[in-house]
């Protein structure tokens, strides 16, 4: 597994098709990422790359585009005040297990697997409630 950035995001279309480009030479190598580009999101979704999980990012911010790229697919990794606020916006998502305490931050995201495996919305609280 391979998480595309820990910090940043994709800053041009350039760098959009560079990241498309190398995941496609590795589909041994699960990738994934969290963008709030929305035209990085519709881009590489765009590419359909199967060893490719995508997240627009959403908060308090960005609810519209959120509630669009949800819309259009695009799976959405919702922040909110709390776990509720966040599935009020997107509907169904799972609650990440680290921030409910379940699991160690070290190591968090590969044991769990959910941002990994792609499957739904995830949500996350900046309360940790």
Known sequence: EFRIHWDGDFFNGDYVVAWAKTIRKFPE??????????????????????????YFSGDKENIGTATN??????????LGENFAQAREIVGRGAMCPEQRGQIKLQG????????IKGKSN????????
């Open 29 to 54: 190598v699960k990738f994934w990422a969290y963008t709030r580009v929305r035209s990085a999101a519709i881009s590489l979704n765009a590419f359909k790359l199967p060893n490719l999980s995508l």
């Open 122 to 129: 995830v949500l996350f609280s900046i309360t940790k409630k």
């Open 69 to 78: 790229m949800s819309a259009n697919g695009i799976p959405v990794a919702m």
């Open 108 to 115: 968090a995201c590969v044991a769990c697997g959910i941002c």
